[in-house]
């Protein structure tokens, strides 16, 4: 299966978008190959893509200004859309850096293109507010975890919404993404795989 047809794929799970509707973005998908490091947005820049991850792994992430650490904030995987969402609706500066953890590829469109399919289609609308929705969702599931369950539980989601993520990511990533210490991680795993 081509990266287009995934996308295709991918966009009829997501939004019930049909060929004839999807047919409409054809001329504005492009792809771009992502090398481990390299940025796709980086802070105080402005959004201005919606990708599709067709392979790899990206994070967003702050750095502390007194301790220089960073903390990562989003995870996006094989399959997912990668984007600042803030940043992307509303065309301002991100507060995030958004960077490749592995090497990888992206189709992407860009918001200007977006926007005019949203007035061309009525499934594009759709499009964009289930995006919308699933950007909500995905920013509240993170603060209630942080506020509402345990590590061991945010560790098991993790899983269950990137399950390759161990195969391709270092363990101090996933320990920052969690709001552990790396010793916690290891607690939490040796705990899990005895059970």
């Known amino acids: 299966m081509s990266e287009i047809e995934k996308l295709a794929a991918a966009l009829e799970a997501f939004a019930g978008l049909k060929a004839n509707d999807f047919q409409l973005s054809t001329p504005f998908w492009q792809s771009k190959n992502y090398q481990k490091g390299e940025f796709y947005n980086e802070h105080r820049n402005i959004c201005k893509n919606l990708g599709f991850i067709t392979k790899g792994v990206f994070r967003s992430y702050t750095i502390d200004e007194k301790t220089g650490e960073e903390k990562n904030v989003f995870l996006y995987s094989t399959n997912g859309f990668v984007v600042t969402f803030k940043s992307f609706i509303n065309q301002t500066p991100c507060d995030y850096y958004t ?29 964009g507010r289930l995006l919308a929705q699933e950007a909500f969702n995905v920013t509240m599931t993170r603060i209630e975890g942080f506020m509402f369950k345990t590590p ?11 399950p390759d993520i161990f195969n391709s990511v270092p363990l101090y990533h996933i320990s920052s993404y969690l709001g552990i210490q790396g010793p916690s991680l290891s607690r939490i795993r040796k705990r899990i795989s005895g059970k």
Not at 102 to 112: G, M
């Open 99 to 127: 960077q490749a953890m592995t090497d990888a590829s992206v189709i992407f469109i860009n918001i200007i293109d977006l926007q005019s399919l949203y007035q061309r289609s009525h499934q594009w609308e759709k499009f």
């Open 152 to 162: 061991e539980e945010r560790y098991l989601d993790l899983i269950q919404q990137h």
